[in-house]
């Protein structure tokens, strides 16, 4: 960052310490700077307007640098905005308490005009990287967050895209829709594509907004699951609602001219969930008896006629009323004892 362009904030109560201040600032190339007399006032300039940098009078009246600094730093604004303090006081416990309370540095009065320089060009070196960097994590944050929830993203770079594998209790919600490969028989690759992009934006949307992962696409099916990575106590009360969403959906849309059929099973169960792979690539994925159960439900939809299938596992932790009918204890491919199934009626 050149002089010229760091917007500078200076704040101290005495007129001459201010006029020989921004008279070396100026003679140091910065000409780009704001004054305050008072501790509240440099509070009100730095929220209505963006600073790069603070020098910060400590013994002000009414309020003084350290009360601006706790002040500062409780907003969080210390993060972004670095606070060079100034005073005349040379007390090693005044420095540690400036530093404590989140200023970048300190410099004594009266000013050496070497110091003064080389540590307002550090502070905003150091805060030209913080920016830089910051503007990369939300870059890469704007880009995951097309795929997952922010929360979950968040959760991705807090970890650094690491998630050790836990076991826990999860919902999961298989979709696959109706008839599909007999659809794509009649269409070119063109128009799949087209009706695919259409619908996969459709249903995802209800997904999201329950804070529903995407777990796998499989063709034309998807893995969704709750309460994984980022945990939600409602998370079967919000797998059900996503499935009344999407069929919603499907009922009112049409996807590139094409009405679509969305068959979903969900159940609650026992899963490992963490990273698999090799080498810098890994997929977070779920593993479980619950996973291969809501895949069957989701198929057990095509014997009774019905679109989604829901295990007695999921509806015993539903707290809201949902037109829910039971369907019976079915024995299910895989599993040694029968399940206690309930459809979901439009």
């Known amino acids: 960052m050149l002089p010229s362009e760091a917007a500078l904030l200076v704040v101290d109560d005495n007129e001459d310490n201010r006029y020989t201040l921004t008279r070396r600032l100026k003679r140091l190339g910065y000409t780009n700077f704001t004054t305050a007399e008072r501790g509240r006032q440099a509070l009100d300039l730095i929220e209505q307007q963006a600073f790069d940098l603070v020098?910060?009078?400590?013994?002000?009246?009414?309020?003084?640098?350290?009360?601006?600094?706790?002040?500062?730093?409780?907003?969080?604004?210390?993060?972004?905005?670095?606070?060079?303090?100034?005073?005349?006081?040379?007390?090693?416990?005044?420095?540690i308490r400036c530093i404590e309370?989140?200023?970048?540095?300190?410099?004594?009065?009266p000013f050496n005009v070497t110091m003064l320089k080389a540590r307002i060009g550090a502070s905003l070196e150091k805060k030209s990287l913080r920016d830089a960097v910051a503007k990369q994590l939300e870059l890469i944050r704007e880009v995951f967050g097309k795929y997952v929830p922010e929360d979950v993203a968040a959760a991705v770079l807090e970890g650094k895209g690491e998630?050790?594998?836990?076991?826990?209790?999860?919902t999961i919600l298989y979709t696959d829709i109706d008839s599909f490969t007999e659809i794509a028989e009649e269409m070119s690759p063109e128009q799949v594509m087209n009706m695919?992009?259409?619908?996969?934006?459709?249903?995802?949307?209800p997904i999201e907004y329950h804070g529903g992962v995407v777990n796998q696409f499989q063709g034309d099916a998807m893995?969704?699951?709750?309460?994984?990575?980022?945990?939600?106590?409602?998370?079967?009360?919000?797998?059900?609602?996503?499935?009344?969403?999407?069929?919603?959906?499907?009922?009112?849309?049409?996807?590139s001219g094409v009405a679509l059929t969305?068959?979903?099973?969900i159940t609650?169960?026992?899963?490992?969930?963490?990273?698999?792979?090799?080498?810098?690539?890994?997929?977070y994925t779920v593993h479980g008896d619950a996973v291969n159960l809501a895949a069957r439900l989701e198929q057990l939809n095509k014997?009774?006629?019905?679109?989604?299938?829901?295990?007695?596992?999921?509806?015993e932790r539903l707290v809201g009323t949902y037109p829910l009918e039971s369907v019976g204890t079915i024995s299910i491919r895989g599993k040694s004892e029968p399940v206690t199934v309930y459809k979901l009626n439009s």
Do not use: W
């Open 101 to 109: 309370l989140g200023a970048e540095d300190y410099l004594p009065k």
């Open 163 to 170: 998630f050790k594998p836990i076991k826990t209790t999860a």
């Open 303 to 315: 014997q009774h006629g019905t679109t989604v299938m829901i295990s007695d596992s999921t509806v």
């Open 196 to 205: 695919l992009n259409e619908y996969f934006p459709a249903v995802i949307e």
């Open 223 to 255: 893995l969704v699951t709750f309460n994984v990575p980022v945990e939600d106590p409602e998370h079967a009360e919000k797998a059900v609602k996503t499935a009344q969403e999407i069929q919603e959906i499907c009922r009112e849309q049409q996807f």
């Open 268 to 283: 609650t169960g026992a899963v490992i969930a963490g990273n698999v792979g090799s080498g810098r690539r890994f997929n």
């Open 55 to 95: 020098l910060l009078d400590v013994m002000m009246p009414e309020m003084n640098g350290y009360e601006v600094l706790e002040h500062l730093h409780q907003q969080g604004k210390l993060a972004g905005l670095p606070v060079i303090m100034i005073s005349a006081l040379t007390e090693m416990d005044s420095i």
């Open 262 to 265: 969305t068959r979903i099973g």
